[in-house]
Structure formats: C-alpha cells, structure tokens
C-alpha cells in the first residue's frame, strides 16, 4: 500500500498503543468493527481483528503524514 512507508517502517514510533492513543485522543468512535475501543484482543492471542473503518483510515492517514 504505501512502500515509502514499508521500507522505513521502524524509524517511526508507531506502536499499537501510540496509534491506539493517537486514536482515542481524536474521539473517532470504535476501533474495532464489533464496537471494541482497543486491540487487546491481540494480546490475548486473536490472530485476526476486524478494524472499523474509522480507525483503519486513521492508520493509513498516520502512514501517508510521515511517508509524504
């Protein structure tokens, strides 16, 4: 999707709980499409998560900013 991103992904400080923050800071509504407000479920051992919308265009919106 955005390879500029891809190739320096760990120069940026984006964690799960930092976008989660960055997130819930914007009062945006669920992260998950099951009206879940974190990703813990990723800690519990859930190997897939379906995203809202709303929080996966926050992702993508975090990924362009730092790639230009």
């Not at 813990?40 to 809202?52: E, K, M, V, Y």
């Not at 996966?56 to 730092?66: P, W």
């Amino acid at each position: 999707m955005n390879p500029s991103y891809s190739n320096h992904w760990f120069r940026f400080n984006h964690t799960i709980s930092s976008i989660q923050e960055s997130f819930k800071d914007s009062s945006k509504g669920p992260i998950t499409k099951v009206g879940g407000h974190s990703l813990g479920a990723l800690n519990f051992g859930a190997d897939r998560i379906q995203l809202s919308q709303e929080f996966a265009e926050h992702v993508i919106g975090l990924m362009e900013a730092v790639s230009g």
